[in-house]
Each structure stands twice: as C-alpha cells, then as structure tokens.
C-alpha cells in the first residue's frame, strides 16, 4: 500500500533523469576534439551501475564486476619494482589522455592531484588517501608488488566504484610506467620509504 | 601583474608549508591578489564593446533583451540562467549575447563563437561582454529562473550530470566537487551540490585569474573541468553546459553577486 503510494505521488513529481537520459545529452551536446573521442562518453557497465547506485553498488554485482575488471590486467611476470626516480616523475605529471595533449605522447599518473607520496612534496592532493611510507609499512614481496601494480593498471578490480582512474586500463599509462610506480611505493630506497 | 603568481609561487615553495598551515597561506594569498586586480579594465572593456555596433547590421547590443527587458543590463546576470521565450529554451549569460549577437547584429553563429576562449594576449569578446554584464549585477542576490518547466527540467538535468560518471577516467563533477575539505594539489575543491559552498563561487564567477592572466567565464570552467576528466569537448552554450550552469546557480541561489571575482 505505502509503495504504491509512493509510486503515485512519484510519477507526479520525481523528475530524476536517467544516466542513459544524459547519456543522449552528453551525445548530443558534446564533439570529440584531438584524442578525445566521443566513445568516450558512453558508459561501460560499471560507470552506468556506480552512476546508479550512487556509487554504492549491491555486493554480489560489484563482486562480479570486480572479477571481470580484474581480467583485464596482464600482470607482467617477475619483479615489478622499477626505477622509483623515474617514478617520481611520472606522479608528478598530470597529462594524458586529454583533448590538449598530443595523442601518443608519454603522459603521467597525476598521482599527486590526489595523493600525498614523496614527504619532498607538499603540494600533494587529498582525494586519496596519503601513500607515505606505503612499502615500509607493507613490505615489498611479491604479493605486494601485484596488489599495487594491479591497482594502478585497474582500480576498479579491487573496488568497484573508486574515484581512482583505471590508469593501465585507459592507456593513461603503460606498463613499464606502472612498474616505474610500483617502485615508487615499494623500493626501499625510494624517498616515500625514508 | 605577470610577477605577482611568481612572486606567490616563491614564496610558497620556499616557506615550509604544512596542511595546517596552508589554508592560512592560501587565504592570505586570495586577499593579496584580490587588491590590484585588472578585472575593472575588462568591466570598462567590455561596455565599450555593448555599445560598439557591430555585424552585418550595424547595430550594437544596447537592445539585447538579458531578460530584464531590451536594453536593461542592471540586475540581469543575476537572473540568470532563465527561459526565454523567443527561443523557447533555458539560456546562461554567453548563450544570451550570442543570441543577440545573431538576431539583433545579424552575424553568423560561427563567426560569433570563432574565438569564444581568449588568451593572455588577447581576451575574447564574450569574456569582455561578461565581465560588463555581470559586474552590473553587484549586490543582486542569485535568483537563476525556478518557475517555468524548461528550467526545471535544465536543473534536474544539471543535477543528473553533475553526477554522472563517464569519460576516460571515470570521473563525474562529484568525483571532486564531492566532499569537504578535499583539494587537488594545494586547490581547494568546493562541494557544488551544497549550498553553502556553491553561494561563495557562483557569486564570484566570472573571474580574473591572475596564475594566467587571464579573464575566464562560467562557460570555461565548465569546458576545462570536462578537459581534465578526459571527456571529450562540451559544445559552447550547449543545452548541456547551461543545464549543469543552471543546476550550480540556483544551489547559490540567494547569494548577493560581488563579481567579477580574482582567482589565483
């Protein structure tokens, strides 16, 4: 009785729009420009169901999902801590993957829009949350290595509607990047480890 | 002007800044640029081009209807985005002077929106016009158009899109306009869908920026924030753009305009 009442007094006055609404909108109101294109605006599963749910997804289908994301991650074989120097400088770069950047060209992770990382850097973000001494606190074993190389390849394998961009995943990064990352975290020597 | 962001930027890095320390810094720095800011140049720049006439018909823009009837600048940007009749849609203040600018000066559309975007070097027309319009609505309250069902449906498509998640990062407006006291780098992000942190930037936009020295418009905040969420480009004026413009005003609604506002 209550929910039929509710769904009458709704038809009338909830004016919510639908993401596959705004998703004509966006196809409708926005162009592709340089690498930007405009398949760019229409949603995969997981963008459509976090959009839904307000990025509080049912467990069992964030489960699944999570396991279809984590296929997409080739893990490459061996050790994955590369050169955390290299590391660094790719934190810092915030370009990739926009209509200002040259299609191709080596982008960055923008790991300190939101991250604080290195102590050597204060102007870090706070979106996310701080990875200082991330490996000293964690170890750096194979396990470790896997964990952070997948959630920077595809954060949404480990939890389904992060903010964090699928960086490996969207071609912001390649793999030998990741690595170069992985050793930002893990390397003893690196700074975040001091 | 060009040594004041460098002069600013110095003395950030060099000075140790800690978290607890840098909304002071910060703040201290927004009241430093806010003194000696060129946006009274672009205001006056921007009069001159109202009344300059213009297009295939010679006329300037001094008839534009803003929505407060032809001709009456005082009062309107605050108004705005409202319906309007004669083209049967929800317009925000750029849409507005591009209709005018094709109505009344008869110029093409695609001439009017070549260069909708300025530089340091050279500003656009529509930040000019912007600058002039919207400073004639100091100490008007926010009041963005509520009552007719085309601005309704503008501000629940706002809304929608403002938490929508796409693109090539996955992002929605809320991914970081979502929380409090969040930042990306030492910036300070606002949580747009309440109203306490809508009212202080909505009545400061548009705004000077003095880290590029340039004048930017409400138009172009929303473009360059689509820009880095990896979207591809948002259309000028679009349905779209005004929409989510609608949605940000009248969450400021009722908050006396003090712009054009002087950003970092």
Same mark, same amino acid.
């Given at each position: ?28 109101? $926005? ?43 080739? $893990? ?57 001494? $991330? ?60 | 002007m ?34 000696g800011s060129p946006v009274e140049l672009f205001e006056l720049e921007g009069e001159a081009l109202w009344k300059k ?7 300037s823009l001094e008839? /534009? ?8 600048v005082k009062?309107?940007y ?40 300025g530089?340091?070097?050279q500003p656009s027309e529509m930040e000019y016009l912007s600058a002039y319009v919207a400073s004639q609505s100091r ?33 929605? /407006?809320?991914? /970081? ?29 548009p705004a000077y ?5 340039q004048f ?43 712009g054009p506002?002087t950003?970092?």
């Open positions: 009785m209550r929910s039929a009442l509710v769904f009458v007094i709704c038809s009338i006055f909830c004016t919510a729009v639908l993401a596959q609404d705004v998703q004509k909108v966006l196809q409708r109101d $926005f162009q592709a420009r340089g690498q930007a294109t405009m398949d760019r605006v229409v949603q995969d599963g997981l963008q459509r169901l976090c959009t839904d749910t307000n990025d509080r997804p049912p467990g069992d289908v964030a489960r699944q999902l999570e396991a279809d994301q984590m296929k997409t991650i080739a $893990f490459p074989a061996g050790n994955l801590i590369g050169d955390w120097k290299n590391g660094e400088r790719i934190a810092q770069n915030g370009r990739g993957l926009q209509w200002t950047d040259p299609a191709g060209a080596t982008g960055g992770g923008s790991c300190y829009n939101c991250h604080q990382i290195s102590p050597q850097e204060s102007s870090h973000g706070t979106l996310g949350p701080s990875l200082l001494k $991330f490996g000293w606190m964690r170890g750096s074993g194979p396990e470790m290595q896997r964990y952070v190389y997948g959630k920077i390849y595809n954060a949404k394998a480990y939890n389904l509607c992060s903010t964090m961009p699928r960086l490996g995943h969207s071609g912001t990064l390649t793999s030998e990047q990741i690595k170069d990352l992985v050793g930002l975290l893990l390397d003893p020597a690196s700074p975040v480890n001091k | 060009r040594w004041l962001p460098l002069a600013i930027a110095g003395a950030l890095i060099c000075t140790p800044v800690f978290a607890q320390d840098a909304k002071k810094e910060i703040q201290k720095y927004q009241q430093m640029i806010a003194d006439p213009q297009g295939p018909n010679n006329v008839k /534009c209807d803003l929505g407060q009837g032809a001709g009456v009062g309107a605050a108004r705005l985005p409202r319906y309007f009749k004669d083209a049967d849609r929800v317009m925000d203040l750029e849409a507005r002077l591009l209709h005018c600018m094709t109505t009344l000066q008869g110029r093409s559309r695609e001439e009017a929106t070549k260069r909708v975007f530089n340091e070097n100490g008007v309250k926010l009041a963005a158009g509520t009552s007719h069902p085309k601005e309704k449906e503008a501000y629940e498509l706002g809304k929608a899109l403002f938490f929508h998640r796409a693109g090539g990062w996955d992002m929605s /407006c809320a991914s /970081c306009h979502g929380e409090e006291n969040k930042r990306i780098r030492m910036q300070e992000l606002p949580v747009m869908s309440k109203p306490q942190f809508a009212r202080p930037i909505m009545a400061t936009w920026r003095v880290s590029n020295s930017k418009t409400m138009q172009w905040r929303i473009n360059d924030c689509f820009r880095q969420m990896r979207y591809p480009e948002p259309k000028f004026a679009s349905d779209a753009t005004i929409a989510l413009n609608t949605f940000l005003t009248v969450t400021a609604a009722g908050e006396p305009y003090r506002g950003k970092r």
